[in-house]
Structures are given as structure tokens and as C-alpha cells.
């Protein structure tokens, strides 16, 4: 009976790993060029949306954006779950006047994250796009 117990709870956990979760990289850029970033200065942050359409704010996902403009958000266990996200772009010191735009609860960044795997192209001259 024992033997029977671990067999249906591994099989459970298994059977849930990595199942409707995410893994998201990418790179910003700006009127499709790679945009440049200061080494180890900037970092976006990706806030789960609402219903309402507001960000939640309590759960944030984070990554530091690589001078070439790539990242990968690592999360506890390297995904997070679909859904719609809102996406700053975080500075470390005073952030350069065209990346405020994007740096507060305003930021016009948002992506629908699927299952899997996904690779963003962050467009700062579309950013609805």
C-alpha cells in the first residue's frame, strides 16, 4: 500500500512540473535597432496584471538587462506563469531621460506571456507592440 502511495504522489509531481508555467528572455530595442545599456545599471521588471488592468505589484519577476540589451528573467525555478505582464525598465542610479518613460507604474510595456517558451522583442519606439 505504501509502495502505491509514493507511486501516485510522484507521478503527481511529475505530472505538474513545468506544466502552464513560463521562461522568458529577450531584448529591447529602439525603431528595431538593439538599444545599448551601462553594464549592470539596468534591469526590467515584469508585474502581473489584474483583471482591472492595473499591476499587481505583489509578485515581480525581474532580470538585469545585459549591455547589448538581452535578458532572461530567472525565476524560483527558472519560470513563472502565463498571463499578461506590465514591464519597467528599472535603473540603478538616475535613470536617462528616454528610459523614464518606461520606469513607473505608467510604463506602456505590456506582453501577454504564454506556456513555454518565451522570447520578447521589446520595441521602445512601439511599445504597445
Do not use: H
Not at 28 to 52: H, K, R
Not at 78 to 91: D, V
Request: hydrophobic share 35%.
Amino acid at each position: 500500500m505504501t509502495r502505491m502511495l509514493w507511486i501516485a504522489l510522484l507521478t503527481g509531481l511529475l505530472a505538474g512540473c513545468g506544466g502552464g508555467m513560463a521562461k522568458v528572455k529577450g531584448r529591447i530595442v529602439e525603431n528595431g535597432q538593439p538599444a545599448t545599456f551601462p553594464s549592470f545599471q539596468y534591469s526590467i521588471e515584469l508585474l502581473p496584471v489584474e483583471t482591472s488592468g492595473q499591476a499587481e505589484g505583489k509578485k515581480v519577476y525581474s532580470a538585469v538587462l545585459n549591455a547589448d540589451g538581452t535578458f532572461e528573467v530567472v525565476a524560483s525555478g527558472g519560470e513563472l506563469p502565463p498571463g499578461k505582464y506590465q514591464i519597467t525598465i528599472q535603473s540603478s542610479g538616475k535613470p536617462t531621460p528616454k528610459y523614464k518613460a518606461f520606469a513607473g507604474p505608467s510604463s506602456p510595456l505590456r506582453r501577454q506571456i504564454q506556456s513555454g517558451q518565451n522570447d520578447l522583442t521589446l520595441d521602445l519606439a512601439k511599445p504597445e507592440g
